[in-house]
């Protein structure tokens, strides 16, 4: 079975633009997490959605900062616009509700550098 | 609030010794799980074991046990027989039982040396 899956790897973009991360969660999770990763502050997490629904978004920085969960299989994390403070590793990871131990299952991360 | 800690920025071990990477937490959920994941230098975030706070025995998954000493709130990830592919960024990591969300640590670096 085909695990989390992010596009872009990485993403070179200006102070000022758009930029736009995607996730497809493994095939009947039901949760759908969004985390980022800095030097400075580690993993934090953004936003969650559970069966398309965002349940708590208030890891979200700022409102330059969007999710949405149109569907089962897909996810995207915005940025409009973008700031050098937003350089970092964005990860996506779902998430099975019925398994005792929750464990998250992580996509390979979107390296996010803005110039 | 929820806590981890993770004392350990950076750890050596040799190859074929068992080493212990250590992590307390602090919650005041009654109900909660504690994870290990490892994240090479690659980047991925890989699961490695889990315990639950009622589980009665320790977790044990191949070469990776987590001592889980509940009066003491800590949930140290033991390797044995380290190999060089062991080498990583490790996290520690709790959820409770009123969200879903992990909450990490700050990690520690595992160098195996031959």
């Known amino acids: 079975d085909a695990g989390v899956i992010q596009s872009p790897r990485h993403e070179v973009t200006e102070m000022g633009q758009e930029v736009t991360l995607r996730c497809k969660p493994i095939?009947?999770?039901?949760?759908l997490f969004w985390y980022r990763q800095t030097m400075m502050r580690g993993l934090e997490l953004l936003i969650y959605?559970?069966?398309?629904?965002?349940?708590?978004d208030s890891g979200m920085p700022e409102d330059r900062f969007s999710a949405k969960m149109p569907n089962a299989s897909f996810s995207t994390l915005k940025i409009q616009p973008s700031e050098p403070r937003d350089s970092a590793v964005y990860f996506c990871?779902?998430?099975?509700?019925?398994?005792?131990?929750?464990?998250?299952?992580f996509g390979p991360g979107t390296r996010l550098t803005v110039t | 609030a929820q806590k981890i800690t993770q004392t350990q920025p950076g750890m050596f071990v040799q190859e074929k010794e068992a080493v212990t990477l250590d992590c307390t937490y602090d919650?005041?959920?009654?109900?909660?799980?504690l994870f290990w994941y490892k994240q090479p230098s690659s980047g991925e975030m890989i699961f490695l074991i889990y315990?639950?706070?009622?589980?009665?025995q320790n977790a044990t998954e191949g070469r990776y046990s987590l001592n889980f000493q509940k009066a003491r709130k800590s949930a140290n990830l033991v390797i044995s027989a380290s190999q060089l592919g062991d080498s990583a960024m490790y996290f520690c990591?709790?959820?409770?039982?009123?969200?879903?969300?992990?909450?990490f640590g700050k990690g520690t670096s595992l160098l195996v040396t031959p």
């Open positions: 990871a779902s998430s099975l509700i019925w398994r005792a131990s929750y464990e998250q299952y």
């Open positions: 095939s009947g999770h039901d949760y």
């Open positions: 959605f559970n069966n398309n629904v965002p349940i708590d």
């Open positions: 919650t005041s959920d009654p109900s909660y799980g």
């Open positions: 315990q639950g706070s009622y589980d009665q």
């Open positions: 990591a709790m959820r409770v039982s009123s969200g879903y969300a992990l909450n």
